[in-house]
């Protein structure tokens, strides 16, 4: 797994107004929990938090004016159009525990020849994991899988010290046969046959 450090500032002001004060100074708000202590409330480098976050479930080794935390971030708020950050959650951990996070599922190989429909039932997969050591994906083969074929949890593999958080029956990826189009209604009245009309009686 990816890990980086950042340093980060208490804050004291909330608010939108604030929110934008750091805004302007290029820093978002966060909060740190976990391990009973109270929550800390502090501002984070935009550019180095939204870099850090291209990688999923990234260990964060955290300078919080010169106390060391280790983190990783478990909510991510975005602005719903143009995406930049609004508000990110670190829960703390410590090396050896074991945490539960979703990881993502990365598909590979080809379906069976044919019309099919690759369904993602879940686009990540949730395991129990050690905190330093969490998996960044999972592959998932659909190498000659075709429609009514489907992929458990149970079957992909996970690496060492890894386990599923989920029923191992639950369904991953299913594979689906296409449906045929159903004509348009320019065509059903071009393939239609036209009645004959009443003779009108005299």
Known sequence: MADVNLSASVRTEFG???ARRLRREEKIPAVIYGHGAEPVHVALPSYDMMMALKSSNVLIHLDVEGKKQLVIPKAVQREAIRGFLVHVDLLIVRKGE???????????????????????????LPVEAE???IPESVTVSVEGLAAGDSVHAHEIQLPKGTS????GDDVVIQVLAAQAEEPSADEETEGAVEAPSEVAAE
């Open 16 to 18: 939108k107004g604030a």
């Open 164 to 167: 599923l958080a989920i029923d």
């Open 98 to 124: 074991k945490v539960n996070v979703d990881i993502p599922i990365h598909v590979e190989g080809d379906l069976a020849p044919g019309q099919h429909l690759l369904e993602h039932v879940l686009m990540a």
């Open 131 to 133: 905190a330093t050591h």
